[in-house]
């Protein structure tokens, strides 16, 4: 941006200049470059959440798998340590994930600071629409709203998914100045409830 003043405004955080860090992503395929590209495409949540090229989409599912294994062998370890039973065995669910479930949802529909007009305002949602049920999500692709890999995704990862670390909002909807801390957990931003409920279990398990 050759006409972009040195010094960052006040407000700097808003649309303009976010979606003209990078014009378009440089990992897409090719036909992608040729046909008239939506605002977001080449801005970071694009590359890290929606990116459709495969060596993205590689990186993408690795980092996945190793958060949902790390959460398994949470959930794993809570369910030996209450019920003498390992996670997948155990018809109950732990006192662990049934906690960071209710905290997840509770941490996206919770006031948080966004950027509205250049203005830092406290704001929230009224819905949940970062963790979803499979149904909304099947329903959502019928709909065209979530590609199909969104409900591959799901089955894959969902210890992963029920907890908002990995979510499902359409790009054309997704706002990285609206967004809650659930949402950017891919910048490694977990959210600080679900951490202080893992320490709270910790010293409980000591």
Known sequence: MTNASMNLPKGWQNSHIADT?????PFCPSI????DIEKKIGNLEHLHLYCSSPIISDVRHHCNQKIEHA??????????CGYH???QESPRTTSLQENLERIALELELAKRPVVDKNQVVMQSR????????????NLAVLLN??????????DMYPLAFRIGFIHLIPEKDFDLTQVTITNV????LFPKAILQALAQYAKWVE
Request: with cysteine.
């Open 21 to 25: 860090i990078i014009k378009a992503c």
């Open 32 to 35: 992608r470059h040729s046909i």
């Open 71 to 80: 959460i398994l062998e949470l959930y794993n370890f809570a369910s030996i």
């Open 85 to 87: 039973t390992p996670f």
């Open 126 to 137: 009224n819905r949940n629409i970062a963790i979803i049920s499979r149904n909304a999500i």
């Open 145 to 154: 709203k979530l590609p199909q890999s969104k409900l591959l995704d799901n």
């Open 185 to 188: 957990g891919y910048l490694g």
